[in-house]
Nanobody, 127 residues
């Protein structure tokens, strides 16, 4: 299991930027793909971005392509989500998650592939 703690959320105006961080504990972080998901009020949790263990493969939801960038620092056991050009519809609780499998070549995007989840960090984008 991997313990995850998100940070970096907050209130930002439309067009602004935020960088979310997810600090992981445990010795297997560097072997697992990582993902970011979000849940807006009254909506289902949805996939945002994912990165494989070696940073050689990333995936993004269509709604965030070109605006969000996922990255990771295995030496620091941290995964990041850089968000620019934020829109009110990006308002949600953002969760990071760790893949249940090790050394998955392609970054997983299905929620069922992720076995460890953080508590979430709120991102609010005002219009």
């Amino acid at each position: 299991q991997v313990q995850l703690v998100e940070s970096g959320g907050g209130l930002v105006q439309a067009g602004g930027s935020l960088r979310l961080s997810c600090a992981a504990s445990g010795r297997t972080f560097s072997t697992r793909a990582m993902g970011w998901f979000r849940q807006a009020p009254r909506k289902e949790r949805e996939f945002v971005a994912a990165i494989n263990w070696s940073s050689s493969h990333t995936r993004y939801a269509d709604s965030v392509k070109g605006r969000f960038t996922i990255s990771r620092d295995n030496a620091e056991n941290t995964v990041y989500l850089q968000m620019i050009s934020l829109k009110p519809e990006d308002t949600a609780v953002y969760y990071c998650a760790a893949d249940s499998a090790l050394y998955r070549i392609n970054a997983a995007i299905a929620q069922t592939d992720f076995g460890s989840w953080g508590q979430g960090t709120q991102v609010t984008v005002s219009s």
